[in-house]
Nanobody
Framework: QVQLVESGGGLVEAGGSLRLSCVAS????????MAWHRQASGKKRELVAA???????NYADSVEGRFTISRDNAKNTVYLQMNSLKPEDTAVYYC?????????WGQGTQVTVSS
């Protein structure tokens, strides 16, 4: 497995921006699929955005056009740029990796958007 450490969460007003970072403990060249999920209080964990090693990305409909996922393989880091944040984006955000070593999750970082 790979260890994942997230950072960048916090409290922001609606309409604001945050950038989450997730640093992997090993080369991301060996990790085909990296993603961000989120889980709001009382709700199921959901996929927010995914980045495939070939360069393609996918987004949940609820964040399309506002969030951007990117990978920096040289820094073993995946980012989630979140713009135009809404109160309904409030959740714990988790980094996720799926490669030949299996599936790994980060510990999560809280994002709170005030109205």
């Amino acid at each position: 497995q790979v260890q994942l450490v997230e950072s960048g969460g916090g409290l922001v007003e609606a309409g604001g921006s945050l950038r989450l970072s997730c640093v992997a403990s090993r080369s991301m060249l060996s990790i085909a699929f990296m993603a961000w999920h989120r889980q709001a209080s009382g709700k199921k964990r959901e996929l927010v955005a995914a980045a495939i090693s070939g360069g393609s990305t996918n987004y949940a409909d609820s964040v399309e056009g506002r969030f951007t996922i990117s990978r920096d393989n040289a820094k073993n880091t995946v980012y989630l740029q979140m713009n135009s944040l809404k109160p309904e984006d409030t959740a714990v955000y988790y980094c996720y990796a799926n490669g030949y070593m299996g599936v790994s999750w980060g510990q999560g970082t809280q994002v709170t958007v005030s109205s």
